[in-house]
């Protein structure tokens, strides 16, 4: 239905910034949400950061205050913006978008995850 193409990741020193991107292609669904999750080493996949079609964010805890997320309606992406990043944000880290099938019925499509790496 839908196909995501992530871009961004690299290595970077703690303390330092990184931006992914996230693009998708069109649909003819509407968009619930986008946003993206990572998964470290040895860790289950865990949310990040959320935009509602409404245009509210919703961060995890450990990254607030750290990462913004943002959408262009008009391109179909989402960037991540990540500063102050730790050594804990190492993780591969997945774009995910909900599309609304019907009503009451979301699918939710992934990316194939970009490696995000911060030494310490």
């Known amino acids: 239905q839908v196909q995501l193409v992530e871009s961004g990741g690299g290595f970077v020193k703690t303390g330092g910034s990184l931006t992914l991107d996230c693009l998708a292609s069109?649909?003819?669904?509407?968009?619930?949400?986008m946003g993206w999750y990572r998964q470290g080493p040895g860790k289950q996949r865990e949310a990040v950061a959320t935009?509602?079609?409404?245009?509210?964010?919703h961060y995890a805890e450990a990254v607030k205050g750290r990462f913004t997320l943002s959408r262009d309606k008009v391109r179909n992406t989402v960037n991540l913006q990540m500063n102050s990043l730790k050594p804990d944000d190492t993780a591969v880290y997945y774009c995910?978008?909900?599309?609304?099938?019907?009503?009451?019925?979301?699918?939710?499509?992934w990316g194939q995850g970009t490696q995000v790496t911060v030494s310490s």
């Open positions: 069109e649909t003819t669904f509407s968009i619930d949400a």
């Open positions: 995910h978008i909900d599309l609304q099938i019907r009503t009451h019925y979301t699918e939710r499509y």
């Open positions: 935009i509602l079609s409404d245009g509210s964010t």
